[in-house]
Structure formats: structure tokens, C-alpha cells
């Protein structure tokens, strides 16, 4: 479906932007308290008036101390209208600002809790463009959906006033109203397209961004800035395209709304100059009449404002909601039952397991066995599908076919944050949040002292550096683990990864693959014994350091070629064989 023909559905939403807003009701009746009271005030002074004008007119015998009263009473009015204005104004504000806090709340914890699987397939750029540009359009969403609400009970109450006064008249002012729906509608449609085209496109923007900037060293070594700044500005033209064509359609609402004043203007000046004449009605009538005009005609042209805004901010909304929506879609990517998984006591079994990302196959019917307590090693040519079985195996996809069982359960029945619990793994590529070495590592195991993040450390061979830097483990890793080597980000990773002690299955996928041969093996021997009675599940490149592995798996083409021990494979697996000699590490 083209955006196009989606169904305009800026009622819906709003609708749900003010579920957000009524969970605070002390402030909507605050709000509604200063809306009724505004309206009325806002009404009051036109019966003042008149009697002003038939005082002034010597239309009533000429009291002119009714003067005084008349003005006191005025005075009170405006008076109330700023006291009600001041109330109105901070309910609405509060009203508008907290519906959407809690709304971005939602929509990023939505994103968050969503299993990885959902990530691999998503623009970062997009994700953050929801977050902070949509959510400025529902910063005013529900600011702009109580004026609407407010100022059509402003104009029926003066067109109730008016009517009251005299009917005639009223009909020959108001007649224009109806004339301006349809055009206002059309212009409205005008909005939404161009404001969901300048949404779409800034979200393009922010995620060319992230890559241009995150992947600043390539730009350089490629001189990609020349090239980079010239598609920035494409973009940015397009948004401004967008954003006029979006302005122009809001402009063009002024005249049709000045036109429908104007007809009602004219009608009652020229007809009403003619009752007037025709002694049907009285000059101080007309002259009131033609003040409560103003009014609406002031009260019409705000609606309008709001009309157009709104129009302009409900594809933010749509952007925000379908975050929302999309949450169920996201969670059944990976299947999540409820059980809870005990460490692993007997083995975790991959059965004939499938996988593809997209339409290619990648995994073509894989099956090992990985016993508790037991070092299993997945060894083979590059792209072979190593870390995708990682993956599987913690659960970040789901197998297309086949089955994986942990003790002989399917992992799918388990409650997806109880399974993890279970699995400790240091992902092929490191990732380090912007905070310090200690707290990086202490997001293995919340809690755990800095003693033990100490003793990690110096086990994942990363001690040294560590103590070296200026700040110690107080070192911030900069912006993803920017401020530090590769092989440093990689052992602090597997430092944190071996903090979680809770786990019983450890997934390594080559973590050590930037030290050299003998300081590797030794690390493996030291982590090894730590994590005696613990299931360890490695990938290496590297055969010298999975020699001692029980068992070794020979990916390749996604499928496994053979398994056994080194010894065996050696002698039946062509391919181990063949990676033995050209590693060349006998
Ligand atoms: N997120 C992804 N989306 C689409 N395809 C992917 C994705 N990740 C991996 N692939 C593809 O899946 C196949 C297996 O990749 P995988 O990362 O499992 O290989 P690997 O054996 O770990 O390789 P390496 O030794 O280089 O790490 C590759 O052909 C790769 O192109
Ligand atoms: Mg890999």
C-alpha cells in the first residue's frame, strides 16, 4: 500500500494521543474547567455591549450611570479570561508535553525489549528519526487537538448568542461556513503527503548520517566527503521541496477561510444595513451582531491554524504508533515460550536446523551435539555460517526448520530473558558502550566487585593494557570502543562475557583472534580451567587453539562437513586436513 492511498486517519490517531493524555485526569478537568469558564466569559462581554451600545444610542433612555456598571463588568470579564487563559494554557501544556514523554517512552522501550532478529533488519537512522523528529510533532499533537476541541465550543456559543439575538441575521453570517469544508479537506491531504514525504525523507538523512559519521575513517580513506556532502544536500533539498509544498498547502487555507469571512461579513453589513433601514431590527442589534462576527471569524481562523498543523503532524504520529503496532510483529520474529531453563545438564542438540536471512539459504540442514561441560569448536572457511549456529544457538533467531533443544527442550519454549540468562557470549564483533573499561565489563554481571572484573580482566589477557592507560579501568571506551585497539575491545569483551558467571553455556566466537599463537593458547588454558564444568562453545580460526576441543564441527556452505577430535578429523575430513596444513601449525 503507497502512502498514498493510505486512508487519512488523523482522527485515530489523535484519538490515541489523547488515551495518553486522559490517564492524567485532574488536568483534563482542570483543562475543561478553564475552557468552559473562558467560553464563557469570552461570550459575556457581547450582552455587555449591547447594552453599552443602547446606552450610547439613547435606545433606552439615555441612563448614562449604567455606564459605570457596564464598564466594571467588562473589566471582570478580562479579568476571568486572563485567569482562565493562565489555567488553560498550563493544562494543555502539561496535558500535550507528558502524553508525549510517556508515548516516547513507550515507543522506545517497544524498540528495546524487541528480540535481535528485529535489529538486523532495521535502519538505525530510521529508528532514531522516529524517536526524536516524529515525537516534536507529538509534542503539539494534543496542545493542537484540545484547541480544536475548544474553539468550536467558543464559536457555538457566540453563534448560539447570535441566533438568540436574531436568527435571520445569524443564517445570513454563517452561511459561508460550509462552503470551505471541502477545500479544507483537500489542502489537509496536501499536507499529510508532502509532511509523510519529509518524514520518510529525514529519516534517510539521519541514517546516512549515522554511517557517514560512525564510519568517519572510511569517508577519509576513500575521500567520500565531496561525494557525501553533495547526496546531504540532495536530501536536505528534497526535505525543503517537501516542507514548501507542505507550507504552501497550509497558506492556501488563509484565503479560503478569509473568503467564507468575508461572504459573512459582507452579507450581514449590506443586508443587515437594510433590515436596519427597514426598521426590522435595531442598530445596536446589528452593531453587536457585527462584534460576535469578529469573534468568530477569529475563533474560525484559529481552527484553521490547528486544522493545518494537525494535518501536518499526523504522519509523525502514524510513524510514532506504527512503532507501537509493530512491537507484536517484531517479538514473533523469534518464537518466546514461558518456561525457564535449568543450567544445561545434559546437552543442547541441533537437529537438521535450516536458516536463511533473507531468501538465500545459509544454513542447509546442520546438526551437532553439544554436551554439558564439554569444549565444543566450530572450525571452516570464512562466510562458512559459524556465527550464524552462535546465533541460533542463543536464541537471536529462530531456525527456519529443524529444532534445537537444551537439555530436550526446544529453546523456543523458553521465556526468551530466562534463556539468556543462561548463555554468556562474546559476539565475533566487540561492542563497547561509551562508559567506562570497569562498567563494560561489569555489564556481564551487575553487582560484581571491581576485584572480580579485576580477575576477568587479567584472564582475558587485557589487564596490562588496561592499567597502562591514563585512567585505568576508569578509561571510557569512547564512542563504540572507540578510544581503544581492536584486540583490546575484543579481550574486554571476552572479559565481560567470562564475568557471567551465572551462565552455563559460553559462546566464543573468536574473541582472541588478534593475539599471537603462544599468548592465545595460554589464555585459552587459563580460561579453560576458570570455567571448569561449564559448556564452552568456541569458533577459531586458528586449529592450533581447538586441537584440545572434545569435539570440532567443520562448517562450510552451511552445512557440517564432518565432526570428531582433532586426531580423527585429521585422517577422515579432507577439508580439516587441509586447513591444518595451510595454517601450518603442527
Ligand atoms: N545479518 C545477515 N544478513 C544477511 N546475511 C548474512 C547476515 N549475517 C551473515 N550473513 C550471511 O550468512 C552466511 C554465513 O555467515 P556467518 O557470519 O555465519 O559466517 P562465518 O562462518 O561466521 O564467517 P566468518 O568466519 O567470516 O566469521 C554468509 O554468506 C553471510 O553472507
Ligand atoms: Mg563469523
Known amino acids: 500500500m503507497g502512502p498514498e492511498d493510505r486512508k487519512p486517519q488523523t482522527a485515530r490517531l489523535f484519538r490515541r494521543m489523547f488515551a495518553y493524555a486522559l490517564r492524567h485526569k485532574m488536568r483534563v478537568v482542570m483543562f475543561v474547567y478553564a475552557s468552559v469558564g473562558l467560553s464563557i466569559f469570552m461570550s459575556l462581554p457581547l450582552l455587555i455591549v449591547r447594552n453599552y451600545f443602547a446606552v450610547m444610542l439613547n435606545v433606552s433612555g439615555g441612563d448614562y450611570s449604567r455606564l459605570f456598571l457596564l464598564g466594571g463588568l467588562i473589566f471582570c470579564c478580562w479579568m476571568f479570561i486572563g485567569y482562565f487563559e493562565m489555567r488553560r494554557e498550563i493544562a494543555t501544556q502539561f496535558l500535550s508535553r507528558r502524553s508525549t514523554t510517556d508515548l516516547v517512552n513507550d515507543v522506545a522501550a517497544s524498540i528495546l525489549r524487541r528480540p535481535f532478529a528485529y535489529f538486523s533488519g532495521t535502519r538505525t537512522g530510521d529508528l532514531i528519526s522516529r524517536i526524536m523528529t516524529d515525537t516534536a510533532a507529538a509534542d503539539e499533537a494534543v496542545g493542537l487537538g484540545l484547541h480544536l476541541l475548544r474553539e468550536p465550543l467558543t464559536i457555538a456559543l457566540i453563534v448560539a448568542t447570535t441566533v438568540y439575538m436574531n436568527w435571520r441575521l445569524a443564517l445570513v453570517a454563517f452561511v459561508g461556513f460550509p462552503l470551505a469544508v471541502y477545500p479544507i479537506a483537500w489542502l489537509g491531504r496536501k499536507i499529510m503527503k508532502a509532511s509523510r514525504k519529509a518524514r520518510e525523507l529525514t529519516a534517510d538523512l539521519a541514517d546516512t548520517m549515522v554511517q557517514l559519521f560512525s564510519g568517519a575513517k572510511v569517508v577519509k580513506a576513500f575521500r567520500m566527503e565531496d561525494v557525501a556532502i553533495a547526496e546531504f544536500s540532495t536530501t536536505t533539498g528534497n526535505i525543503f521541496h517537501q516542507n514548501m509544498a507542505q507550507a504552501r498547502a497550509a497558506a492556501l487555507i488563509r484565503p479560503v477561510v478569509q473568503f467564507v469571512n468575508g461572504v459573512g461579513g459582507v452579507a450581514v453589513v449590506v443586508w443587515g444595513g437594510y433590515q436596519v433601514k427597514a426598521g426590522h431590527i435595531t442598530v445596536d442589534e446589528l452593531l453587536t451582531f457585527i462584534i460576535a462576527l469578529i469573534a468568530t471569524h477569529k475563533a474560525a481562523w484559529t481552527v484553521s491554524r490547528a486544522y493545518d498543523r494537525m494535518k501536518y503532524m499526523t504522519p509523525g504520529l502514524e510513524r510514532l504508533f506504527e512503532m507501537l503496532d509493530g512491537e507484536k510483529a517484531a517479538h514473533q520474529l523469534v518464537a518466546s515460550g514461558t518456561k525457564t531453563p535449568q543450567p544445561l545438564s545434559r546437552r543442547i542438540s541441533i537437529r537438521d536446523v535450516t536458516f536463511s536471512y533473507g531468501r538465500e539459504s545459509v544454513l542447509g540442514g546442520v546438526s551437532a551435539d553439544i554436551d554439558a561441560g564439554s569444549v ?83 584472564l582475558a589477557g587485557v589487564h596490562d593494557d588496561i592499567v597502562r592507560f591514563q585512567h585505568g579501568y576508569d578509561t571510557r571506551a569512547g564512542e563504540a570502543g572507540a578510544s581503544l585497539s581492536g584486540g583490546q575491545k575484543q579481550r574486554i569483551a571476552l572479559a565481560r562475557a567470562l564475568l557471567k558467571t551465572g551462565a552455563s553455556v559460553f559462546l566464543f566466537d573468536e574473541p582472541t583472534s588478534s593475539l599471537d599463537v603462544e599468548t592465545e593458547l595460554n589464555l585459552w588454558q587459563r580460561v579453560r580451567e576458570y570455567l571448569s564444568g561449564k559448556t564452552i562453545v568456541l569458533v577459531a580460526h586458528r586449529l592450533s587453539l581447538v586441537r584440545n576441543a572434545d569435539r570440532i564441527y567443520v562448517v562450510s556452505g552451511g552445512t557440517v562437513e564432518a565432526s570428531g577430535t582433532h586426531g580423527r578429523l585429521i585422517e577422515t575430513s579432507a577439508t580439516y586436513a587441509n586447513l591444518w596444513r595451510l595454517h601450518g601449525e603442527r
Open 376 to 458: 565444543s569448536a566450530f572450525v571452516g572457511p570464512t562466510g562458512g555460517g559459524k556465527t550464524t549456529i552462535l546465533d541460533l544457538i542463543a536464541g537471536f533467531y529462530s531456525a527456519s526448520g529443524g529444532v534445537i533443544t537444551w537439555d530436550d527442550t526446544p529453546v523456543s519454549d523458553y521465556d526468551r530473558g530466562r534463556f539468556l540468562d543462561q548463555i554468556a557470549y562474546a559476539p565475533q564483533q566487540a561492542v563497547l558502550f561509551n562508559i567506562s573499561i570497569r562498567e563494560n565489563v561489569r555489564k556481564g554481571r551487575p553487582g560484581a566487585s571491581d576485584a572480580d572484573i579485576e580477575e576477568v580482566c587479567l
